[in-house]
């Protein structure tokens, strides 16, 4: 059983950073590839990044690569999403989620994850 919970969200202008984290509890929790999506209202949920264990493995989505930065602590159970550089169509509700494949292939499918916080809301205004 793997529990995490996501904060950090909140409103911010275009341009802004912000920084969200992700608590997980729970044994082998260091293990698991883990991911951030989001969903925006009306929208289907989209990955945002993934992470490896090792951290060798990170991907992102085309529409945040350079401006997000993934990172995890497996000392402290942790995932970070920094976002820099946000714009009004980041704005969406921020899921974390852990995947317990072996192999994460479709890091882009959330059907390869597991387990998922309940979310945090980021706001961008123009």
């Known amino acids: 059983q793997v529990q995490l919970v996501e904060s950090g969200g909140g409103l911010v202008q275009a341009g802004d950073s912000l920084r969200l984290s992700c608590a997980a509890s729970g044994r082998t929790f260091s293990s698991y590839f883990m991911g951030w999506f989001r969903q925006a209202a009306g929208k289907e949920r989209e990955f945002v990044a993934g992470?490896?264990?090792?951290?060798?493995?990170?991907y992102y989505g085309d529409s945040v690569k350079g401006r997000f930065t993934i990172s995890r602590d497996n000392a402290k159970n942790t995932v970070l999403l920094q976002m820099d550089s946000l714009k009004p169509e980041d704005t969406a509700n921020y899921y974390c989620?852990?995947?317990?494949?072996?192999?994460?292939?479709?890091?882009?499918?959330?059907?390869?994850?597991?387990?998922w916080g309940q979310g945090t809301q980021v706001t961008v205004s123009s």
């Open positions: 992470i490896s264990w090792s951290r060798l493995r990170i």
């Open positions: 989620a852990a995947s317990t494949s072996n192999l994460v292939i479709r890091w882009e499918d959330q059907r390869e994850y597991d387990y």
